[in-house]
């Protein structure tokens, strides 16, 4: 057998400390650095954003509505709506509406406004909103149970039984040549879009 002396011994030791010392000197780090860049799709939002019911109800029960009375535009974007007379005090018709998100964000309602203009063009939203007006107008204000904006889930959520009533206040009497008058009603919705 081979046995090496004690001064061998240790120059051995020495040497192989060395050589782990000079392995664990050599080292290096690798690193990785990235830009990721998020974009909002504001078009699927705003084309998924539709409504998907709209129904007229007279408070005068002998009243049915006519084909065409109430329809959805094709982009499902808008409602256009346009009533029977309504000859008494009191008498009214109600729009109820769905909303429905098949965006990928989730909705929060942030306000509806209305306006309304007579037969003349005129903005007689001061005196709707007044009372001293023909009609008065209500609208659901797409509020939760508690007052807060209401919000409807991405990908199929609903916001059901929103509605618009208008109400005759006080008798059209009409002129000699025209025994009618319109009243336009103008509603705008606003939501934005919510990460989910």
Excluded: W
Aim: hydrophobic share 35%; charged share 20%.
């Amino acid at each position: 057998m081979f046995y090496m002396k004690g001064k061998t011994k240790k120059s051995i030791v020495v040497l192989v400390l060395l050589m782990v010392i000079g392995f664990a000197a050599v080292t290096t780090t690798l690193t990785i650095n990235g830009v990721i860049r998020l974009g909002a799709n504001q078009e699927n939002f705003k084309n998924n954003l539709i409504f998907t019911k709209a129904e007229l109800t007279y408070s005068d029960t002998n009243k049915t509505v006519a084909e065409g009375e109430v329809t959805i535009s094709e982009d499902k974007k808008g409602i256009n709506f346009n009533t029977q007379e309504l000859k008494n005090i009191g008498e009214n018709v109600t729009l109820t509406y769905d909303v429905e998100n098949n965006s990928q964000y989730g909705a929060e309602f942030t306000g509806i406004t209305c306006t309304v203009t007579n037969a003349e063009g005129t903005d007689v939203t001061k005196a709707v909103n007044n009372n001293t007006e023909y009609i008065t107008l209500e609208y659901s204000k797409n509020k939760d149970a508690e007052g807060n904006n209401a919000k409807i889930s991405a990908n199929g959520g609903v916001l059901t039984g929103e509605t618009l009533k208008v109400t005759l206040r006080k008798s059209y009497v009409g002129t000699e040549t025209t025994t009618t008058t319109n009243y336009n009603v103008n509603c705008t919705i606003n939501a934005s879009g919510l990460s989910e």
